[in-house]
Each structure stands twice: as C-alpha cells, then as structure tokens.
T-cell receptor, first 113, second 110 residues
Framework: KAGVTQTPRYLIKTRGQQVTLSCSPI?????VSWYQQTPGQGLQFLFE???????NKGNFPGRFSGRQFSNSRSEMNVSTLELGDSALYLC????????????FGPGTRLTVL | GDSVTQMEGPVTLSEEAFLTINCTYT??????LFWYVQYPGEGLQLLLK?????DKGSNKGFEATYRKETTSFHLEKGSVQVSDSAVYFC?????????FGTGTRLKVLA
C-alpha cells in the first residue's frame, strides 16, 4: 500500500497570505489527523477528521481550519499567516477511531516570511 | 487527563552502547502504547507498540514493555548504531486526541 502523501513538501509564504495543505491517507484509512511541529512547542494537535466530520480540535485560533472529502483526503487551511505559523505540518492517518497506530506523512515545511 | 512524560534529551551515546529512553504515562483505562521515531527531514514512523499490560513490543532491535504497576513504557536497545540517530516519541491514544511525549533526541557517535 502507498503511504500517506502530503503536498506540497515545501512552501514559502509571506505574512498575511493564506495557504492550503493537502493530505492523502493510506487507502482504506478513514481518520486523518493534523499536527504542527516546531522546535519550541514540539508536536501539537490541530484537528482530527473521520468520515468527513471534524471529531476533535486542538487549541489553535480560528485561522486554522480543515476539511475531509468523501475519499478521505484532507486539506488544512491557514489564513492570514503569521511568522509564528512557520512549522512542519504533519498529517497522520489511521483506519478508524479505535485507538490504534497512526501513520504519518513526510510533512509540509511551511516558512512564513 | 491523559499524559505522557519522557526523559529530556539530547542523549549522546557511542556506537554499540546500551540505550534506555524513559517514558511514563497517565491514562484512563489501559490504552495501547506506542513508540515513534522521526529521522531528520521526515515524518514520524511507528517503531513499536504494545496493546496490553506486560506486552513487549519489539522492532529493529528496540524493545519496550508495558508496565502497568509503574505506568511505564521505557524504550531499550542493546547496541545502538549511528543510523539510530533520530528523535523518539512515546505516545498513547488519549480520550480526545493522540498524546505524544516531547520527544527525546538521540545522537550516536561512531
């Protein structure tokens, strides 16, 4: 099976712009979670989607949003970018919500100038 | 609430040294426990898991035993290699979200 794919891998934006990141989960996986990883804050949970519904959301401002499509692919959007949004954004998929392992993509490295 | 605490890094070892990375947890019930590894420039990869008390997860020479009495899941390897240099995360599926430790950076010197 192909692994989790994320596009683009690298992105450079300027403050105030908005960005959309994409994640394709492993075939058959219905749960997709997003994380922000920075050197200072570590790995922080953004949100989780299951069957096109947001199940849980982390403590991030409303500028961060996401969605999941019927084929389980997911996108996250960050509007009005700030310098502090520079991070590695990781997507992880799992078959369901039963508390099993998560499978991560390589991440999208976002740099905000 | 659910939480994971793992030892601070970085940990620097010589090749063939013994490795222990401590992880303790607080959880409702008895969830599965996981170790993930992140190599430079990559996402996290599942390294091993244990699904119930006294289970031992193992992979690539790494081992960890699910200890209910001490609420621990320490990662061990008998002889590390330079290629093991990475960041290691202990994790559990919490009630509302996956809980990850802060990560422990391991550097192995030749």
């Amino acid at each position: 099976k192909a692994g989790v794919t994320q596009t683009p891998r690298y992105l450079i934006k300027t403050r105030g712009q908005q960005v959309t990141l994409s994640c394709s989960p492993i075939s058959g996986h219905r749960s997709v979670s997003w994380y922000q990883q920075t050197p200072g804050q570590g790995l922080q949970f953004l949100f989780e989607y299951f069957s096109e519904t947001q199940r849980n959301k982390g403590n991030f401002p409303g500028r961060f949003s996401g969605r999941q499509f019927s084929n389980s692919r997911s996108e996250m959007n960050v509007s009005t970018l700030e310098l502090g949004d520079s991070a590695l954004y990781l997507c992880a998929s799992s078959p369901g919500l039963a508390g099993g392992a998560q499978f991560f993509g390589p991440g999208t490295r976002l740099t905000v100038l | 609430g659910d939480s994971v605490t793992q030892m601070e890094g970085p940990v620097t070892l010589s090749e063939e040294a013994f490795l222990t990375i401590n992880c303790t947890y607080t959880a409702t019930g008895y969830p599965s426990l996981f170790w993930y590894v992140q190599y430079p420039g990559e996402g996290l990869q599942l390294l091993l898991k244990a699904t119930k008390a006294d289970d031992k997860g193992s992979n690539k020479g790494f081992e960890a035993t699910y200890r209910k009495e001490t609420t621990s899941f320490h990662l061990e390897k008998g002889s590390v290699q330079v290629s093991d240099s990475a960041v290691y995360f202990c994790a559990l599926p919490g009630t509302y979200k996956y809980i990850f430790g802060t990560g422990t950076r391991l550097k192995v010197l030749a």
